[in-house]
């Protein structure tokens, strides 16, 4: 999980992981790891989720987090412009440290749509990319298990699951 401080990255592991949801803001210090089983063609797949402390920036970043990694989420608050810039750096760093693994953006916070500050535009630039962005809430769970799956299934595709 990478992105920048209070995007929803710990709030979608839980919803991922836990079926749960909480409004209490706690800051990652460093890197919280979990996993799930999931299926993917009828195959199981262990996820190991590093939940990594949000940075200001990608020089904030910590490479030896993201040594080994076979993927990743990149997530953006839609409500916060700025985060998706940070993003869009932190990607860069990533690819940098560990090549051209499966990713996919997460645009957090689907449940306050009408507060985004991120638009159509934005998002098109992305997705002309190649890149997969998913709209997910992990208040209302909307996106969440898809984002995982659509992650497993590019690692399995990839080999890397």
Do not use: C
């Not at 996993?35 to 195959?43: G, N, P, T």
């Not at 200001?56 to 985060?83: I, N, P, Q």
């Not at 051209?100 to 449940?111: A, C, H, Q, R």
């Amino acid at each position: 999980m990478l992105g920048t401080f209070a995007v929803g990255k710990t709030s979608l592991v839980r919803r991922f992981v836990e079926s749960i949801y909480s409004n209490k803001y706690h800051t990652t210090v460093g890197v919280k790891v979990d996993k799930k089983i999931v299926k993917v063609d009828s195959k199981e797949i262990a996820l190991l989720l590093w939940d990594i402390e949000g940075t200001e920036s990608e020089h904030d970043f910590r490479k030896s987090y993201l040594r080994g990694a076979a993927g990743y989420l990149l997530v953006v608050d839609g409500t916060r412009r700025d985060t998706l810039y940070k993003a869009l750096a932190l990607q860069s760093r990533a690819e940098e440290t560990i090549g051209p693994v499966p990713f996919l953006m997460l645009m957090n916070k689907s449940d306050l749509a009408d507060l985004w500050q991120i638009d159509k535009r934005e998002r098109e630039a992305l997705e002309q990319r190649n890149w997969t962005v998913i709209d997910t809430s992990a208040k209302t769970g909307h996106g969440v298990e898809e984002a995982f799956l659509v992650l497993a299934e590019k690692l399995m595709e990839e080999g890397n699951g």
